[in-house]
């Protein structure tokens, strides 16, 4: 019996188990399927966005692991130690060694305040907060109910990012909120980043930075921080933002256990063929979702397209026959920009996000690059298609290929 070992129990890792064990189809009483998480708790992270104004709880937003793998799909509670690749092994802190025939690395990337100066220090979820984890949106939450007015600054350290669109969401739906509360003007709105504008791919840099610009939010660009002193980020040119309550994203990292085991790169993500997904330097060894360095975003659509193409490509190398389905970098993402209204994007590794229609040109329902209702809800919906659908492995009508559009350069992280 083969052994499939899934490293990972959030979107990436649910997916590619339950999409495994439909693509097996007869063959599945040949393979094992297990998962691996330190506890059984799902949590629907794009809804992390939605706490800090009040719209969700994180209980709202969590349900069991176990309840969305497909039956056939063990699930083992545990902490990943390390991985042994020349043995085939993984051994768990409490002792425990799983051998596997294959691996996929889908543990993800979390965000790492410890990693720049200052950050994490004694205003640490006073004045400088974040929105990536339960206990940050709460705190973020609790510090917006009291804001009265001055400087806030929204601020991404460096990329790659979870969900690279989240900040300038942020950043919309906390104007729309101020606006509603009569506290915009009192308010000084700044977004600080380490690109050259508000996006990396061209024409959405462009449509999103006229955006921030429309509403009177201050652009800092190419914004290297070097730390965090007081009440002002301070960048490695000595430039300075002051604020009185930082929204930061801090730098993420893939897990430790991928640095402990010489899986990852300089920011424990793993090094993969963008096609295949397969890591370069260890045969058998796949990653997916966050945990891989593919130069798309860090998002569920990724992890969903992604899913399609790793259980074809598994069945044919373990069948020994080249693996012909490659990942084209596809994604697509909602932009909130308040006021009940969204953009969506949709690009891939050789396509840019344009206007258009989605997913059908012409008809769409849905607008690219356009502030509509259509998208806002279309969005809205997302989180029960997500748990209904989505996770369980289902086909959806909607493209798995990236458009075809005008080639933009490859190799930029978003």
Not at 284 to 290: H, K, L, Q, R
Request: proline residues 7%; aromatic residues 8%; glycine residues 10%.
């Amino acid at each position: 019996m083969k052994h499939l070992l899934i490293l990972g129990g959030g979107t990436a890792g649910t997916m590619v188990a339950n999409r495994v064990l439909h693509r097996l189809r007869v063959e599945r009483d040949f393979w094992r399927v297990t998962v691996v998480d330190r506890d059984d708790r799902h949590l629907y992270q794009p809804g992390l966005l939605t706490v800090p104004f009040g719209a969700a709880t994180p209980e709202q937003l969590v349900r069991s692991r176990r309840r969305y793998l497909e039956p056939g799909v063990e699930l083992v509670l545990g902490e990943v130690e390390g991985v042994d690749t020349a043995r085939g092994r993984v051994h768990l802190e409490d002792g425990r060694v799983l051998p596997y025939d294959y691996l996929v690395v889908a543990s993800g990337t979390s965000p790492r305040p410890d990693q720049t100066p200052g950050m994490a220090g004694d205003q640490w979820r006073r004045r400088v907060h974040e929105f990536y984890t339960p206990d940050g949106a709460v705190a973020l939450h609790r510090r917006l109910e009291r804001w009265l007015g001055g400087r806030i600054v929204v601020h991404v350290t460096e990329m790659p990012i979870k969900c690279p669109v989240a900040p300038l969401e942020f950043t919309f739906l906390l104007d729309d909120a101020l606006r509603r509360r009569g506290l915009r003007a009192g308010t000084e709105l700044t977004y600080v980043t380490p690109l050259d504008g508000a996006f990396t791919r061209p024409v959405a840099r462009d449509r999103l930075g006229g955006m921030l610009e429309a509403r009177g939010v201050q652009v800092r660009t190419d914004f290297l921080v070097d730390r965090v002193d007081d009440r002002r980020l301070v960048s490695v040119d000595d430039r300075e933002v002051p604020f009185d309550l930082l929204v930061t994203v801090p730098v993420n990292l893939g897990a430790d256990f991928v640095a402990r085991s010489g899986l990852g790169d300089e920011l424990q993500d793993v090094p993969v063929d963008p096609g295949t997904l397969m890591s370069r330097a260890h045969p058998g060894v796949f990653a997916v979702g966050d945990a891989t360095d593919v130069p798309t975003s860090k998002a569920g659509s990724v992890a969903h397209f992604e899913a399609d193409v790793f259980a074809d490509n598994l069945v044919s190398y373990d069948r020994g026959r080249p693996m012909t389905r490659l990942y084209d970098g596809h994604a697509n993402c909602f932009v909130e920009s308040g006021r009940g209204r969204a953009l969506l994007l949709d690009f891939g590794y050789d396509a840019e996000p344009l206007p258009g229609r989605y997913p059908l040109p012409v008809i769409g329902p849905l607008s690219l690059l356009a502030e509509t209702r259509a998208n806002h809800w279309a969005k809205a919906a997302t989180q029960r298609l997500y748990w209904n659908v989505l996770l369980h492995g289902r086909p959806v009508p909607i493209p798995s290929r990236a458009p075809r559009r005008e080639p933009a350069a490859t190799g930029a992280a978003v």
